[in-house]
């Protein structure tokens, strides 16, 4: 059969073609039905209805509450077999990078489900002219994709979804440029945010149902370093050297790395460097200092979480633009994948108010090489069967937990624990 958006009428490519090739069963893209050229009468056959589902997947209700409990491979049409879900997205050209963050936020399971229900979004009224909408039209086109348990082939092409965000970011992310993954998750969640009717304060969306905290953020600005010191204590006493607090929102937090240092053993093999992810946690423990300088002023920041979300990024600062080049630092984050609790980092009146602040990892994303030329890969936890598989592009393998740790992981989507859950990883 052949596909056709141009219609059936006698002028039509798809009419000549019929005559001229003897080629009669056609598909309208839009409508989903079946035709038979020349004579032009719609055809009724089950056995279409494999090719229609796999164009435009729907779900229901059923299906999707229990896809967290799926373990059934699924057999495609060529004859491999996968997991709804762990499919590989082709990379057209240098696209990984957004490929990750799809893959990532595709097993999120309240955003998934969202969009896999596309009576969720599609009464949203938007501006006339308004563009960004295609975004969440292509993401819930995705997700029902990449989550089809019929597919015809064990990976998705991201390709209309990639255009969207070509055409909404007004081509700050390209398909043939490298991209910055936290970059373009921080952008995307935002985008779809308000492109749901989401608002900065007032207006939430399933976006910040799911991503979004709070934090308090304490700031003192200090006097110029080369100040005699009795000019600086002067300065001290005035109002604007005071520590003013601001309560702000965060989709993720940037968990900063010691700088690297580069060591040498004595077969002058560069050695590098380990931290454990609860040091750079100590950042939001609401005593840590952190200095940042304008280049007029300098000011000492503390943070402190008040809000955990259910579902919690953190991105891993690897980068650091100098004058004329990016530095990447390789340093490794050592992480339990399971149990870890976040309640330290709480301010003392709010850590009654959440019962539960204890985090297993889902999503894990490496960038491997050199900063602006290196490639992303990812892990992911399948909820249904408890194992971990590791994703770049089209290539799906599975991977176990231990080795997740000794990546260069750049971003990571923990999900909180909920009361009736134990730890069923066992890691």
């Known amino acids: 059969s052949s596909l056709s958006l141009a219609g059936r009428g006698l002028k039509s490519h798809?009419?000549?073609?019929?005559?001229?090739?003897?080629h009669h069963v056609f598909l309208n893209l839009h409508t989903l039905k079946f035709y038979c050229l020349p004579d032009n009468y719609e055809i009724i056959d089950s056995s279409l209805e494999d090719i229609t589902y796999v164009l435009k997947p729907t779900f229901t209700a059923q299906h999707i509450s229990n896809l967290d409990k799926q373990a059934k491979l699924s057999r495609a049409y060529d004859g491999t077999t996968y997991l709804p879900g762990i499919v590989g997205l082709n990379n057209i050209k240098a696209n990984d990078y957004a490929n990750a963050v799809l893959q990532a936020l595709s097993n999120v399971p309240p955003l998934r489900n969202y969009f896999l229900e596309e009576d969720n979004y599609k009464s949203i009224k938007r501006p006339p002219g308004d563009i960004m909408f295609l975004l969440v039209q292509r993401f819930g086109e995705l997700m029902?994709?990449?989550w089809n348990p019929r597919n015809f082939k064990a990976h998705v092409s991201p390709h209309e979804m990639l255009q969207a965000v070509v055409l909404c970011s007004k081509k700050n992310f390209q398909i043939t440029k490298q991209g910055d993954g936290v970059d373009f998750l921080s952008w995307f969640l935002n985008a779809l945010h308000s492109a749901l009717g989401g608002t900065k304060k007032k207006k939430k969306t399933i976006v910040t149902d799911v991503f979004q905290g709070s934090m308090r953020i304490f700031t003192k600005k200090l006097p110029h370093p080369?100040?005699?010191?009795?000019?600086?204590?002067?300065?001290?006493?005035?109002a604007e050297y005071q520590e003013t607090m601001v309560e702000s929102t965060f989709m993720y937090l940037t968990l900063d790395l010691p700088t690297a240092p580069l060591y040498k053993d004595e077969k002058e093999q560069l050695i590098i460097p380990q931290v454990p992810l609860f040091s750079i946690l100590a950042k939001f423990n609401g005593a840590t200092e952190k200095e940042y300088k304008t280049y007029k002023e300098n000011f000492l920041k503390r943070f402190q979480l008040t809000r955990l979300p259910p579902y919690l990024i953190f991105c891993i600062k690897r980068?650091?633009?100098?004058?004329?080049?990016v530095e990447k630092n390789p340093t490794i984050v050592n992480f339990p994948i399971t149990n870890v609790d976040l309640r330290e980092y709480l301010s003392e009146e709010v850590q009654a108010v959440h019962t539960n602040t204890t985090y297993d990892l889902i999503a894990n994303i490496v960038h491997d090489g050199k900063p602006s030329e290196g490639s992303y890969r990812i892990h992911v936890l399948?909820?249904?069967?408890?194992?971990?598989?590791e994703l770049q592009d089209l290539q799906v393998t599975d991977i176990l937990p231990q080795m997740i740790t000794l990546s260069e992981a750049y971003i990571q989507i923990w999900k909180r624990r909920e009361e009736d859950e134990t730890n069923q990883q066992g890691a």
Request: net charge positive; aromatic share 16%.
């Open 226 to 238: 080369d100040l005699p010191a009795e000019e600086k204590a002067q300065l001290l006493q005035n």
């Open 382 to 389: 399948h909820h249904g069967t408890g194992k971990w598989y």
């Open 14 to 22: 798809a009419y000549i073609h019929s005559v001229q090739l003897s």
């Open 144 to 146: 029902r994709k990449l």
């Open 319 to 325: 980068f650091t633009k100098n004058n004329f080049f």
